[in-house]
């Protein structure tokens, strides 16, 4: 599941950010990549599981995926299918997909400074 992937890898980043410090949230921005919120929010779960990200709250921003019409100039958000074949402004059929989709940590949330080794509760299964 690509999906999985990608849950992994907020994961990873959001632990290297904590420092060993337990997460209590975490913000992701999506952009330009269609994405399921609650596949993400289920793969974050588990792959948090074991770590000191374990129940973070997960906050994902999704930011609708673009077409850029080289008739018009205008960049415009997806929102029919129709769209990714021609521009919604002037109906022109030469769009392209501008380059800046991926997922971004924004921020992470801890509950404390004390890192969450020295509670027992650290970075089970997490390569650092």
Avoid: K, W, Y
Wanted: charge should be neutral; aromatic fraction near 0%.
């Amino acid at each position: 599941m690509h999906e999985m992937g990608l849950c992994e890898a907020i994961v990873d980043a959001t632990l290297r950010r904590a420092g060993g410090r337990r997460v209590s949230a975490v913000r992701v921005r999506a952009t330009g990549h269609p994405v399921d919120p609650g596949v993400v929010e289920q793969g974050f779960r588990l792959a948090a599981a074991g770590t000191v990200a374990e129940g973070a709250a997960l906050d994902l921003v999704v930011e609708p995926p673009a077409v850029r019409c080289r008739s018009c100039d205008e960049t415009s958000p997806v929102t029919t299918a129709t769209a990714l074949a021609a521009c919604p402004r002037c109906g022109g059929l030469d769009v392209t997909v501008p380059a800046g989709d991926g997922l971004v940590v924004e921020s992470i949330a801890t509950t404390d400074n004390e890192p969450a080794s020295a509670r027992g509760g650290g970075r089970r299964g997490r390569p650092g």
